[in-house]
């Protein structure tokens, strides 16, 4: 979703929030995200954690797919951005800040139809996910 935004807009998320926002950036995120699953075929769409946040867009995606969480804990996410420059909500990342953050949203995560633990490796995630979009799919 944030490359799409990107773009779109041709300019950075972080660029986004400092020029604009994040009123306007979440509401840009709520129109291509309308876009997005408007698509006839099966999307797939990576969503920041923010995005669950904005109750349009919330509704939206429940009442158009399948919400699928990926749990990280805290401390695995401090390790994987502690060098990403491009979380604007988070600035200098923290371990107190990001459970803030996850405190504050946690609520809206748990709206998801599927968790899933995004800390294990890579290939194993994969397999997983695969597993629960067959059954997914199997549902229909």
Not at 33 to 57: H, M, W
Not at 83 to 111: A, N
Request: charge should be neutral; glycine fraction near 4%; charged fraction near 25%.
């Amino acid at each position: 979703l944030d490359e799409c935004i990107v773009q779109f807009t041709q300019n950075s998320i972080t660029q986004i929030f400092t020029d604009r926002g994040e009123d306007y950036f979440r509401n840009l995120e709520f129109e291509i995200l309308k876009t997005l699953v408007a698509n006839p075929r099966p999307t797939l769409i990576a969503c920041g954690g923010g995005t669950v946040t904005f109750v349009s867009s919330l509704q939206l995606m429940v009442k158009s797919g399948f919400l699928i969480w990926l749990d990280v804990p805290i401390q695995t996410l401090y390790f994987r951005l502690v060098k990403d420059h491009f979380r604007p909500l988070i600035g200098e990342v923290s371990v107190e800040k990001l459970q803030s953050l996850y405190d504050s949203r946690e609520q809206f995560y748990r709206t998801a139809h599927f968790k899933l633990d995004g800390a294990q490796k890579p290939e194993r995630l994969a397999n997983q996910f695969n597993s629960l979009l067959a059954r997914i799919h199997d549902r229909k």
